[in-house]
């Protein structure tokens, strides 16, 4: 531009070594071709500085942009670490919860335990109450109901431990005495079960245990007193030794006399060789005082087992034994009549039974047990029901 303004003013001095005049026309153009020179040397300049300004704008818009991505990098980071630093606190105070909420699970467990106990020794408290209002108003009836349910206890254990259903009848009518003389309509039941066990036992029968015992006992004693079989060559033996005496002695008689004496001598002798026995076994050897001994022993065994198992109620025991004692009694006594009673007797005992036949007679003591029950139940009721305990309060 300075320079255009230079040949602008070289070309309007007087001074220009110009030939003519310069016309208006030509002046024009010149002026025109001039401003075209001048805008053609400034449109690259222009540019220029638009390219600078627009670099220098983008690179502020790079810088300011790198800027900001370095402050939302940083941010993110932060935002990052805040998130894991509120994650591990979550974690910590999901932590925190499960265990509050098991400190107190267990602490509801162990209230709820308490509550059971307390409860339990509520409900202890109560009974023991009521047994102690119970004992401190115990009538007479109550003793009665106490002494019967003893009773029948006991008649259940004579019953099994004796054998016998003599004690056990004894027991339980004494049990229907004391309810009679309570005289109450409850007690019906309980009578009518009582009556019903007394008759079992009077329908099992009695087995005289005893009896039997003591009387193979006395027979087992009267066993010396028999006599075994003697036979006809012992008998001659004897005969004839008494004749060997006899004449001997009649040597020195008269002949009177040892004609009388030797008449009576020979029927006696003749009476005592003649005796006509019936046997139905053959005839056994004559037996030595040691078999004697053996003999008489063994027919007492025979009744010392029938009296074991007597005491152990073994029916075929009891009953091989009598039968081998008769046997006995037959092949190797005397049928005398000692023998034959002891024969008869113990055949009467073998038909014995000696089995007692045992009843059960719980029923009764199911009964007073159930009639007690309901009548504790009763107590605790109107206990429960006194306006005095209701009033009392309750811990949870």
């Known amino acids: 531009m300075a320079e255009s303004g230079k040949k602008t003013k070289a070309a309007s001095s007087p001074d220009s070594k110009s030939p003519a005049t310069v016309t208006p026309n030509e ?10 020179g001048s805008n053609a040397k400034k449109f690259p300049l222009i540019k220029v500085m638009v390219f600078l300004i627009l670099l220098l704008l983008v690179s502020g818009a790079g810088w300011l942009g790198w800027q ?16 894991m630093e509120l994650n591990e606190q979550l974690k910590r105070s999901a932590t925190v919860d499960s265990a509050i909420a098991l400190t107190r699970r267990n ?19 109560t009974a023991q109450g009521a047994r102690i209002a119970e004992l401190g108003s115990t009538s007479r009836s109550d003793w009665y109901l106490s002494e019967a349910t003893y009773l029948a206890r006991l008649a259940s254990q004579r019953l099994q431990t004796e054998r016998s259903t003599k004690n056990p009848i004894a027991l339980l009518l004494q049990v229907d005495a004391i309810l009679v003389k309570l005289d109450e309509s409850d007690l019906l039941a309980v009578r009518s079960a009582i009556a019903e066990d007394i008759s079992r036992l009077r329908l099992a029968g009695e087995v005289d245990v005893e009896g039997v015992i003591l009387e193979l006992n006395a027979l087992s004693r009267q066993i010396d007193q028999l006599e075994l079989i003697e036979f006809a060559t012992k008998e001659a033996s004897v005969s004839e030794k008494s004749e060997g005496t006899a004449l ?70 009891y009953t091989i034994s009598l039968g081998g004692a008769q046997e006995w009694l037959t092949t190797h006594f005397q049928m005398n009549p000692s023998s034959t009673l002891l ?3 113990l055949a009467y005992l073998e038909k014995k039974n000696i089995v007692q036949e045992l009843p059960n007679i719980n029923r009764s003591i199911r009964a007073l047990e159930a009639f007690l029950v309901v009548r504790e139940s009763r107590i605790i009721g109107v206990l429960e029901n006194d306006p005095v305990l209701d009033s009392e309060p309750t811990r949870p």
Do not use: C, H, M, Y
């Open 68 to 83: 900001q991505w370095q402050v939302q990098a940083r941010q993110s980071d932060q935002l990052a670490l805040v998130t």
């Open 343 to 345: 024969q008869d007797r």
């Open 27 to 36: 002046s024009d153009k010149d002026t025109l071709s001039l401003e075209k």
């Open 248 to 317: 001997v002695g009649t040597e020195e008689e008269t002949l009177s006399q040892r004609f009388s004496n030797s008449i009576s001598e020979f029927s006696q002798g003749l009476s005592k060789l003649i005796k006509v026995r019936q046997r139905d076994r053959p005839i056994e050897p004559i037996l030595l005082a040691s078999e004697e001994v053996i003999v008489r022993n063994n027919l007492r065994l025979f009744l010392q087992q029938a009296a074991n198992a007597v005491l152990r109620e073994e029916q075929d025991i």
């Open 107 to 125: 602490q509801q467990e162990q209230a709820d335990l308490f509550i059971k106990k307390i409860n339990d020794l509520q409900l202890q408290v």
